[in-house]
């Protein structure tokens, strides 16, 4: 058999936002990896969509809403109860409000940190608990060069981001003990409904500077989970506390 240095069979791995775009590109990645996937998302049609692309068998979905944060833990035990410990967690779940901070209220505020680093915290309070995770395991968060880089508009997103960036380095260095790799990924602008929505209000000229921010074009969502299955897999094995940053030259302005 041809040697895969990122061969994830045997390997359980937990996929947050599995039911569209870097979620799901990523579980079908980690599945022709060889891995079985546990896809996480709130829409059941969709995770259902997802699961219908993966390669191999044993896969499953969870329905579950990442909000319900304080519940993760317990949820996770008993997930991990019924089929057996996992070995990777990604999470992709996330979601983006761009306003100025004049126009931004006190519930957007408390939605995208709640969604986007608060269930963060907690999935990983959950995943080291003892018989959920295995030992080695690995985390993957999804962070975004807007928590590297400032962007008018973006300020509680790119705070959300930011703050995804910083909790990956010191839970790099608390988990390390326990076996428990920790790394984020921060993509660019990837081609993905949300993204595609996001552009639907500018103007053409800013959509084309927007582009032209990126030398290497606007990435898809395949690029972003080529760079997460990295980490996920052996070939990072010696990689914790490191932000991964994917973004066709973006930041190399």
Not at 77 to 82: H, W
Not at 176 to 196: D, H, K, M
Request: hydrophobic share 45%; with cysteine.
């Amino acid at each position: 058999m041809k040697f895969n240095p990122m061969d994830l069979t045997d390997r359980t791995i937990l996929v947050t936002g599995a039911s569209s775009g870097i979620g799901r590109e990523t579980s079908i990645l980690l599945s022709r990896l060889r891995a079985r996937l546990i896809l996480v998302a709130r829409n059941t049609d969709q995770l259902r969509k997802t699961e219908s692309e993966l390669e191999g068998s044993s896969h499953s979905i969870e329905t579950y809403d990442l909000s319900t944060v304080s519940e993760i833990p317990i949820w996770l035990k008993s997930l991990a109860s019924e089929i057996g410990p996992l070995d990777g967690l990604v999470h992709c779940a996330g979601i983006q409000i761009n306003e100025p901070i004049r126009y931004l209220k006190v519930e957007d505020v408390d939605k995208v940190m709640q969604i986007n680093f608060a269930s963060a915290i907690h999935l990983a309070k959950g995943f080291r608990q003892k018989k959920v995770c295995s030992s080695p395991s690995s985390v993957v968060f999804l962070s975004s060069v807007m928590g590297l880089v400032g962007q008018p508009g973006a300020s509680i997103y790119a705070a959300s981001k930011g703050a995804l960036v910083a909790l990956t380095k010191s839970l790099a260095m608390e988990l390390a003990s326990e076996g428990i790799r920790v790394n984020c990924v921060a993509p660019g602008c990837v081609q993905t409904r949300i993204f595609e929505r996001l552009l639907e209000p500018i103007p053409a000229d800013q959509v084309a500077a927007i582009k032209a921010m990126h030398p290497l074009g606007i990435g898809s969502p395949v690029d972003v989970a080529n760079a997460i299955a990295f980490l996920v897999a052996d070939t990072g094995r010696w990689i914790t506390g490191s932000t991964l940053v994917v973004d066709g030259g973006y930041t190399a302005h």
